[in-house]
């Protein structure tokens, strides 16, 4: 949704010569239904490339949010046509090559690259229609030396990057990530930031659903980068103000505890464990609004035994893995969404991030990291693999 103008045009100019090959292809090939294939293959690029263009010009920081949504399925219709598409001409120029010696062209490659091309297409929309909807639990169990005995057995659930603009007002999808988590009778539920899209009024149809999320010792929640208002074009900095009073209202409203910059410290016999939570800190371009040392005023090397809500992985990365004076023991992130694709433990995220899913340790693994894919998506109406997650720690000593 943030492509700047440069990406997109070279893309459309691909994008063109494809539908060109395509056409010439069918042009050449086609000799049953020759009437139907050739001129719907030449007006479906027309209309496409047109789209392709108007979305390029759509104002997206001052548009509605129905017009966003219809903006996200255009773009994810255009690039499940055109993926592929491209797959389909590499298979087909392989086909090509024996012309290179006045040979002629072997035409089961043909066949080959439409059956990939259709595969893909199919696989594409599962991940639209059907996996951002199956919700994946992962039971990890956190083993350090340092847990307090009390605190042995102790249940964690965290989700994360729900972005409830996604789903308009329909609360379907969002009961069910709350009855998922509510099974699992955790102790303490933490969300990692990402609650909305642009807006804080995005929630609002949810208030009442998240508020039947339920631990015993309480949910708490910290702020991401798509929480601030960032992505929307405001009058003035008063409302921009007004939007994130409204967020810590309703977050308020829903009874979760919202870590701006805090520690809360849960006492148990003589043991206790502090949950530190700081406002998002990451990389490039994401401003950086958090304070670890607000957070958490005391001594960061000292003994107590602490886990961090820190939305962005990048935050460990940078300023707390390998680091003796910050005695952490485990840190809590989202943001990533492991970029809603995923197969086979390959992820494009990869190439994006450092740490973009699952567990990670620092060289001396005392201080770890742990990355949630999160439950939602944005931009992307789908998740092809990645999908959403909810995790379950189990701390052990």
Same mark, same amino acid.
């Given at each position: ?9 070279? #893309? ?14 069918? =042009? ?31 104002? *997206? ?34 086909? *090509? ?10 035409? /089961? ?42 605190? $042995? ?31 699992? !009778? ?47 074009? =405001? ?20 009874? =979760? ?7 809360? @410290? ?12 700081? $406002? ?13 040392? *607000? ?19 990048? !935050?460990?990365?940078?300023? #707390? ?28 995220? @990869? ?33 092809? /693999? ?12």
């Amino acid at each position: 949704m943030r492509l700047p103008l440069l990406l997109i045009l070279p #893309i459309l100019i691909l994008d063109i010569l494809a539908d060109w090959y395509i056409c010439r292809a069918v =042009w050449r090939r086609c000799t049953r239904g020759a009437r139907f294939w050739r001129p719907v293959s030449l007006w479906s690029s027309i209309v496409l490339g047109v789209g392709l263009l108007a979305a390029i010009a759509w104002p *997206k920081k001052s548009a509605s949010d129905y017009d966003l949504t219809g903006l996200m399925w255009f773009l994810y219709c255009y690039f499940s046509i055109y993926v592929p598409k491209y797959l389909f001409i590499i298979i087909d120029l392989l086909g *090509k090559v024996p012309q290179l010696w006045h040979r002629r062209r072997i035409k /089961g490659f043909a066949h080959a690259g439409i059956t990939v091309a259709v595969l893909t297409f199919g696989l594409i929309w599962w991940g639209a229609l059907v996996n951002r909807y199956r919700i994946e639990v992962k039971e990890i169990e956190f083993a350090d030396p340092s847990l307090p005995s009390s605190f $042995e057995g102790l249940t964690i659930a965290q989700i994360s990057d729900l972005h409830t603009g996604s789903y308009g007002s329909d609360t379907t999808y969002v009961a069910k990530v709350v009855e998922t988590v509510n099974a699992l !009778h955790p102790d303490i539920i933490v969300f990692t930031g990402d609650i909305v899209n642009r807006r804080s009024k995005e929630l609002k149809p949810f208030v009442s659903t998240l508020s039947r999320l339920n631990a015993p010792l309480g949910v708490y929640s910290v702020l991401g980068n798509h929480d601030y208002g960032d992505y929307y074009a =405001w009058d003035s900095a008063a409302d921009k103000e007004a939007n994130m009073q409204e967020l810590y209202r309703m977050q308020h409203d829903m009874g =979760w505890t919202l870590m701006n910059n805090s520690a809360h @410290t849960f006492h148990a016999g003589p043991d206790s464990l502090v949950l530190i939570g700081v $406002e998002n800190i990451g990389d490039p371009p994401f401003p950086i609004y958090g304070d670890l040392d *607000k957070a958490y005023p005391g001594d960061l090397a000292d003994s107590a035994f602490k886990i961090l809500l820190s939305h962005n992985p990048a !935050h460990w990365v940078d300023d #707390i893995a390998g680091s003796p004076d910050k005695n952490i023991a485990l840190t809590l992130s989202g943001h990533t969404h492991a970029m809603q694709m995923e197969l086979f433990g390959l992820s494009p995220a @990869t190439f994006r991030y450092d740490t973009w899913g699952g567990m990670y340790a620092d060289i001396d693994s005392t201080r770890r990291l742990y990355v949630n894919i999160g439950i939602g998506e944005v931009g992307v109406p789908a998740r092809i /693999g990645a999908t959403p997650e909810i995790t379950l720690f189990t701390l052990r000593r």
